[in-house]
C-alpha cells in the first residue's frame, strides 16, 4: 500500500520539480552567469568590480529601506495590538479595511501619492497656508513647505505601500498568542510597562520578524516609488536596475547587481531568523 | 474578554486609515474632475469615464490581464495543488526540505531579481535559437505561473495537514484505488485551501507590475504596464476613473463574500456542536 501511495506521489509532485528547476533555480543560475561573463560570454570579474561605483546608492537603498521599515514597525505594532483586542466581527472588518487598498493598483496609488505631495498638491498647499500664518507673527519666518522630489517622500511611499504587510502578521500572531499569559503576568505583579516589554512582545516576535521582511525586501528593492516620490535626487539600486535591463541594455551589469541585491537580502534574512530563533527579547 | 477601546486608541486607528485611504480617496475625487489635471479639482463630471469606455488600448491591456489572470492561476493551482498533497506525501525528508526551500524562493526574492532572472532565461533561449521576440504572452504566463505556485501551495498544506489521513487509508480498503481516494475524499476536504490559493493566485496575477514589466513584449501589455506607461508622461484621469471602478468591483466582492464567509463559520460551528 505503501509503495503505491508513494508513486502517486511522485506522479504528483514531478511536474511541479520539473517546473521549479526550470524556471526558479536556472533563471537564478542565468544572474549568476550573466553577472560573471562580458557580452560576448566570456568569464570576466569586470561587472562586479564596477558596482564599486554604486556602494553610495547600495547604502542609500538599505538606509531608507530600514527607515521605512522601522516607521512601519511602530505604526503597525500598535495598531495590531488595538485590533487584536476587538471582537471577532470587528477583527474581520478592519481586516478588510487593511487589505483593501492593495487591491488598487501600486503604480496608481503612488502617483496619487505625488499629487497630494506636489508643491501645488492638496497636502503642500494646506501646509504652506499654516506656515503663511505663523510667518505673520513677530520673529517667526519659515521657509515654504517643500515635499515632493525628497528622500522622505520616498520613504513615505515606502510605509505607505507596504504597511499592511507588516501590521498583518503582527497582528495574526498577536491573535494566535495565549492571553492568559498577559493575564498571569499582570496577575504575578508586572506593571503595565513591564508585561508589553517581558510577554507581549516576546510573544510578538515572529510576527514581527516575518513583517520586517515583508516590507525590507520590497522597500530596498523599489525602483517606481523612487522614481515617482524622489524625483532624480534619490536613484536606488532598483532604478539603476531598471534602467540596466530598459534602456541602458547592459544586462550584464544589471545581472551583477541583481546578485549583489540578492545577496545583501539572503543575509538580512538570515540575520533576522538567528534573531527569531533566538529568545526574542533581543531584537528590542 | 473584549476589551473597549480607548479614545486614544481610537483617534490612532482612525489616522491610520485616514493614511492608508487618503490617496485613494484623491484618486476617487480626481476620477470626476472636468479639468485634465490631477492636481486641481475644476469641477465635476463624468467625462473621463466616457473616455474611459472609448480607450481601445486600455481596453486590451484590461483583456490582456484577465486572460493571464485566468490561465496562469487555473495551472498554477492545478500543479500546486498537486504538488502540495505530493510535498505532503514524500517520505524522505531531505526531498521534502529541499523541495520546501526552493518553493520559497519566488517569495523571498525582490521581485525585480525574479522578474530580470525570468528575462534573462528568456532571452537567453531566445538567443540559442537565434529569435529575437521572444517576449510576450508565454512568457508572461510561464512568469505568472511561477510566482503564483507558492501561493498555492502555501495555502493547500495547511488544509492536507489538518486532513484526516486515515480517511483516505480507508476509502481504499474500501475498493477505492489511491487516485479515487483522493478524488473522492481528500480533494473535497483541501477545497477551501485550493479556492483560497486560485483567488490568491488571481489577484497577485492581475496586480502583478514588477515581474511582468520585465518578461512582456511589445504585443503584450498588461493593464498595470499600461499604467505605468502613463505614469512616464501624464496620466490622464481616466485611469483614475478605471480604478475606481476596480475599486468598486472589489469592494462589492469583498463584502459579499465576506458576508458569505461569516455564514458558513456559523455553519460550520453549529455542525461542530452537532458531533
Redesign the interface.
Given at each position: 500500500m505503501k509503495k503505491k501511495s508513494s508513486l502517486m506521489t511522485h506522479i504528483a509532485g514531478s511536474p511541479y520539480i520539473i517546473w521549479a528547476v526550470l524556471f526558479i533555480i536556472v533563471p537564478l543560475c542565468m544572474v549568476a552567469y550573466y553577472a560573471f561573463t562580458d557580452k560576448s560570454g566570456n568569464f570576466t570579474f569586470d561587472n562586479m568590480l564596477s558596482i564599486g561605483k554604486y556602494t553610495d546608492t547600495i547604502i542609500l537603498s538599505i538606509w531608507l529601506g530600514l527607515l521605512a521599515t522601522v516607521i512601519s514597525l511602530v505604526v503597525a505594532y500598535p495598531l495590531a495590538m488595538i485590533m487584536a483586542a476587538k471582537g471577532p466581527e470587528k477583527q474581520s472588518r478592519m481586516t478588510m479595511l487593511i487589505m483593501l487598498p492593495m487591491w488598487m493598483n501600486f503604480l496608481l496609488r503612488t502617483y496619487s501619492w505625488m499629487t497630494i505631495l506636489e508643491d501645488n498638491g492638496l497636502l503642500t498647499t494646506g501646509l504652506n497656508y499654516i506656515v503663511d500664518c505663523l510667518n505673520t507673527l513677530p520673529n517667526v519666518s519659515l521657509d515654504p513647505v517643500h515635499l515632493i522630489n525628497t528622500r522622505g517622500a520616498v520613504v513615505l511611499g515606502m510605509v505607505y505601500n507596504f504597511l499592511p504587510y507588516m501590521i498583518l502578521p503582527i497582528y495574526t500572531v498577536m491573535l494566535k498568542a495565549d492571553r492568559s499569559l498577559v493575564e498571569a503576568a499582570q496577575d504575578l505583579g508586572g506593571n503595565k510597562l513591564d508585561v508589553f516589554r517581558n510577554v507581549t512582545i516576546p510573544l510578538s516576535v515572529p510576527g514581527i520578524v516575518s513583517g520586517f521582511t515583508m516590507v525590507f525586501v520590497p522597500s530596498v528593492s523599489t525602483f517606481f516609488i523612487s522614481q515617482k516620490l524622489g524625483g532624480t535626487g534619490t536613484t536606488l539600486i532598483g532604478d539603476i536596475i531598471e534602467t540596466q535591463f530598459q534602456t541602458a541594455n547592459n544586462f550584464n551589469l544589471g545581472a551583477s547587481l541583481s546578485f549583489v541585491l540578492m545577496i545583501l537580502i539572503f543575509i538580512c534574512l538570515a540575520v533576522m531568523n538567528k534573531f527569531s530563533d533566538d529568545d526574542g527579547g533581543v531584537v528590542i | 474578554?473584549?476589551?473597549k477601546?480607548s479614545f486614544g486608541?481610537k483617534l490612532?486607528?482612525g489616522l491610520?486609515?485616514l493614511?492608508?485611504?487618503?490617496?485613494?480617496a484623491?484618486?476617487i475625487l480626481?476620477s470626476f474632475n472636468s479639468g485634465k489635471s490631477?492636481?486641481?479639482f475644476e469641477g465635476f463630471s463624468l467625462h473621463w469615464y466616457e473616455e474611459l469606455f472609448r480607450d481601445a488600448a486600455t481596453f486590451t491591456a484590461f483583456k490582456n490581464s484577465l486572460i493571464i489572470a485566468v490561465v496562469s492561476s487555473i495551472i498554477s493551482t492545478i500543479?500546486?495543488t498537486?504538488?502540495a498533497?505530493?510535498?505532503f506525501?514524500?517520505?524522505n525528508k531531505l526531498v521534502k526540505t529541499s523541495?520546501m526551500t526552493?518553493?520559497n524562493?519566488?517569495m523571498?526574492?525582490?521581485?525585480?531579481?525574479?522578474g530580470?532572472?525570468?528575462?534573462?532565461?528568456f532571452?537567453?533561449i531566445g538567443g540559442l535559437f537565434g529569435k529575437t521576440g521572444t517576449l510576450g504572452f508565454a512568457t508572461l504566463t510561464?512568469?505568472h505561473?511561477?510566482f503564483e505556485?507558492p501561493y498555492v501551495i502555501l495555502n493547500v498544506l495547511p488544509k492536507l495537514k489538518q486532513t484526516d489521513a486515515h480517511l483516505s487509508?480507508a476509502a481504499?480498503d474500501l475498493g477505492c484505488t489511491?487516485?479515487q481516494a483522493?478524488y473522492k475524499v481528500v480533494l473535497p476536504a483541501i477545497m477551501p485551501g485550493i479556492i483560497s490559493g486560485l483567488m490568491m493566485a488571481f489577484?497577485l496575477s492581475i496586480?502583478d507590475?514588477?515581474i511582468s514589466?520585465?518578461v512582456s513584449g511589445t504585443s503584450s501589455q498588461t493593464?498595470?504596464i499600461r499604467?505605468?506607461s502613463m505614469?512616464k508622461r501624464r496620466?490622464t484621469p481616466d485611469?483614475?476613473a478605471l480604478?475606481t471602478l476596480?475599486?468598486l468591483a472589489?469592494?462589492i466582492l469583498?463584502v459579499v463574500s465576506?458576508v458569505i464567509s461569516?455564514r458558513g463559520d456559523k455553519k460550520n460551528t453549529k455542525k461542530g456542536g452537532g458531533k
Open positions: - | 474578554m473584549t476589551k477601546t486608541g490612532y486607528t491610520v486609515f493614511f492608508l485611504y487618503a490617496p485613494i484623491v484618486l480626481f490631477t492636481a486641481v500543479m500546486g498537486a504538488a498533497t505530493a510535498i506525501g514524500y517520505k523541495v526552493v518553493t524562493i519566488p523571498m526574492n525582490p521581485e525585480i531579481v525574479t530580470i532572472a525570468m528575462m534573462l532565461l532571452v537567453f510561464i512568469a505561473v511561477t505556485l487509508e481504499q489511491p487516485f483522493f489577484t496586480d507590475f514588477i514589466y520585465f493593464l498595470p499604467i505605468f505614469t496620466v485611469m483614475y480604478s476596480i475599486f472589489i469592494l469583498l465576506n461569516s
